[in-house]
């Protein structure tokens, strides 16, 4: 028993000390002059990335339900985010501050979220978490095409369809306008704040994995009838699962939002939400590590192919059907363990 | 689950492949593989050039627009324009005396693409940018190039906030001066009282002219007897916006919105006998060569436009754009040539050298833009606001037998 938790801490530490790793590294090149303007605008949309999978690979590895609508609770959490560092512009007056109190209003309101669609939903079997994320995501996304919020004299004023429809006094500002979104957020999102952010979100999944309730989850994925008849709340702890990972995707948007100046729902639409679970499904179902590396890798392709002009998304599209065979093909993986027997093989022999 | 999965992988595959065939379209392939030939000969002249001479030899102007994707037709069209107009101004000599070196980069219609493609302009050590073409990923990069102090001037960018930042100019009309030029039009011309609206409310483009033209259509005491929107989601049919005009006896209908979906209003309205004066915008430039569309039925459409192909003033233009890419320029490749004369009108009349620093070619931008004027394409005796915002006359079109007839 002893040895499975020393293995298991030191997987997490061997995690942790990857991301930081990584850190250092960018870090290093930058003081030394090395790093490229295209490399260091790719680092916080990375991070980003790195965040969504991994919290992702919550749900559809640990819990083992699928999700389509990731984007969605990005998408939330990113208007949120950006509607409270715009709205207290001038009673915060701190970027930094109004930043950090924008992460936990993002999560918190992508929590929301997550548990009012959980509710009804992980009560039932099958595939129906799949198909309502689905419309969350397409419903979230048409409704803040058409949403406007203005504030004017302390008020918040809402409407639908047209700016006109806010009635605002002269003094008043649009904050969210329609299918322009929320243009002009400060940029507040660094690569530090990025990376930190990626370990809270590590330490959060890997914990609650290696505790009682995320083996409580994983019983329910294995085996419902199991673990209904020893007594597990299935939707509480499904429930759990999910709005920890919607939360964590909330806090994702928030950073998408404050390294651009322009944030519009159009983003966050279905092949968001796909692109997300693809890094889930190539980094391996399950697999945490497996999620970071797969969303650094298919986030720095597509850029570092832009001297292919026409071809990169040809390249791109290739080189994600390679990686699902050599990951999942049962003759791939039998031609791996081959190889990684020879090489044990080897090592044991010198060794010897 | 493993099965839905499965599903949605090659859903995604199978969206990634028509994504890269997007820009191969049958309308499109041919330009595309010229211009992919004349890019890497560009690239390679360029490459060799960038060997011989020190950098400050040469002017480096970076352009960012959608080459792939949904949005491609504006980017190729800006892409293909710039690339002319920058070859015609080294064959003429260069700007200010120094020949121009030129890269496109792609952003996919997509803000954050828009900053990684900014980003690697910025490794290519670009001095000036043309673009971003689309608003959203306009005003995204229009942040950073404010922050880099980095002249950029938009083509095509139309929302009010994509100039917002000092270091930005454009030349294309803004979304709220169209919709307010088109009401004045339509009032002062006495073309209808009661009007009918289609929109796509999920863009910012159609949105924001609308929320001009209701304003100044009221004050000139039109009446909008019906607005129905639509989204880009739902963009094949609009039998209930239509019958919802034509109830409410809508005389004029306006169409603030791009050609690929107006062809299919007008075919709807035809097919219901709905025939009130169709009213367009310069979106609507290239109705025309929209592929399987009866040309007939956008006999008499008016529109709003500052550029036609068939004008004799841009013959030349269309010409030269037809022979290297055999498509025909619309109103973003217009503008986009537009804009590289107007980089040159302005270095020259700041005279501008290459060997500055990116800041001080800016600053030096800045002054000598409000400064030029230039007839262009796009309207002539063009003049620029220290805002950034060009003056020039919206002209009106109508189809006439198959072609644009200015009024």
């Not at chain 2, 950098?55 to 970076?62: A, C, H, N, R």
Request: net charge negative.
């Amino acid at each position: 028993m002893n040895s499975v938790k020393r293995k298991k801490l030191i997987d997490n530490l061997f995690t942790y000390g990857l991301v930081v790793f990584c850190w250092i590294a960018v870090q290093a090149l930058s003081a030394t002059g090395h790093m490229t303007n295209q490399i260091n605008g790719l680092l916080v949309p990375i991070c980003m990335y790195v965040i969504l999978a991994v919290s992702l690979n919550l749900t559809v590895g640990i819990s083992g339900e699928l999700s389509l609508g990731h984007a969605g609770f990005m998408c939330v959490g990113a208007f949120s985010g950006s509607f409270f560092t715009k709205l207290m512009a001038e009673a915060i007056p701190s970027l930094q501050a109004r930043f950090i109190i924008a992460l936990v209003i993002g999560a918190l309101t992508a929590a929301f979220f997550g548990v009012i669609i959980g509710i009804p939903v992980l009560r039932l079997r099958g595939d129906y978490l799949a198909i309502v994320t689905l419309a969350f995501g397409e419903i979230i996304k048409n409704v803040m095409n058409v949403i406007y919020v203005g504030v004017d004299n302390g008020m918040l004023r809402i409407a639908m369809e047209k700016k006109a429809n806010l009635n605002l006094s002269e003094n008043g500002r649009v904050i969210i306008e329609g299918a322009m979104g929320i243009t002009k957020t400060p940029k507040a999102s660094t690569f530090t704040i990025g990376i930190v952010l990626v370990l809270i979100t590590l330490f959060i999944v890997q914990n609650l994995i290696n505790s009682r309730t995320g083996r409580a989850i994983m019983a329910i994925r294995d085996n419902r009838i199991a673990a209904e008849s020893v007594g597990l709340n299935i939707t509480k702890y499904k429930l759990l699962a999910f709005s920890v990972s919607a939360s964590l995707a909330g806090m994702a948007g928030v950073l998408y939002s404050h390294n651009l100046a322009s944030l519009a729902a159009e983003k966050f639409d279905y092949n968001m939400s796909i692109l997300i679970l693809v890094y889930v499904v190539l980094g391996g179902i399950g697999n945490i590590r497996g999620s970071i590396i797969s969303a650094i890798v298919l986030t720095l392709l597509p850029e570092l192919l832009r001297g292919m002009n026409n071809y990169r998304m040809l390249i791109y599209a290739i080189v994600l059907i390679i990686m699902m065979i050599a990951n999942s093909a049962p003759s791939a993986i039998a031609a791996r363990e081959r190889l990684l027997e020879k090489f044990q093989r080897k090592n044991t022999k010198e060794a010897a | 689950m493993k099965k839905l999965i499965g599903l949605s992988m090659a859903a995604v595959l199978a969206a990634s492949l028509t994504a890269c065939g997007g820009s191969n379209t049958a309308e499109t392939t041919a330009a595309t593989t010229d211009a992919a030939v004349a890019q890497e000969e560009n690239e390679d002249g360029t490459g060799e050039s960038a060997e011989e001479a020190p950098s400050g030899e040469t002017f480096k102007i970076g352009m960012i627009g959608p080459l792939t994707g949904d949005a491609a037709t504006y980017g190729l069209g800006v892409r293909n324009a710039v690339e002319l107009a920058i070859k015609e101004v080294n064959e003429a000599g260069g700007m200010n005396g120094y020949q121009v070196e030129y890269k496109p980069e792609d952003d996919e219609h997509d803000p954050e693409k828009a900053i990684n493609a900014y980003n690697a302009l910025k490794d290519w050590n670009m001095q000036i940018l043309i673009g971003a073409v689309t608003s959203k990923p306009c005003i995204a990069v229009s942040a950073e190039s404010a922050a880099d102090n980095l002249f950029q001037i938009t083509p095509s960018g139309s929302a009010v906030e994509c100039i917002a930042e000092p270091n930005v100019f454009r030349v294309c009309f803004s979304d709220p001066d169209q919709g307010k030029a088109s009401a004045q039009y339509i009032a002062e011309n006495k073309l209808a009282t009661k009007i009918g609206v289609i929109y796509d409310s999920s863009t910012e483009y159609s949105t924001g002219i609308l929320e001009s033209f209701r304003p100044e259509a009221e004050a000139q005491g039109l009446e909008i007897v019906a607005e129905e929107a639509f989204t880009a989601n739902n963009a094949t049919d609009f039998s209930v916006q239509i019958d919802n005009c034509k109830e409410a006896g809508a005389e004029l209908l306006f169409m603030p919105f791009y050609y690929t979906e107006a062809s299919t209003v007008l075919k709807q309205c035809a097919d219901k006998e709905f025939a009130p004066i169709f009213f367009g915008v310069d979106g609507m430039d290239g109705i025309l060569s929209v592929k399987n569309f009866d040309t007939s039925l956008a006999e008499g459409v008016m529109l709003l436009t500052p550029f036609s192909a068939d004008e004799a003033g841009s013959q030349a233009f269309v010409e030269a754009y037809k022979a290297a890419y055999s498509d025909t320029p619309n109103q973003f490749a217009a503008d986009a040539y537009d804009a590289v004369y107007a980089v040159k009108a302005a270095i020259e009349q700041g005279n501008i050298t290459p060997d500055m620093s990116v800041s001080d070619i800016c600053e030096a931008m800045k002054v000598a833009m409000t400064e030029i004027t230039i007839d262009g394409l796009t309207g002539s005796q063009m003049t620029w606001t220290e805002a950034g915002e060009p003056n020039k006359e919206p002209k009106a079109a109508k189809i006439e037998n198959g072609a644009y007839v200015m009024q």
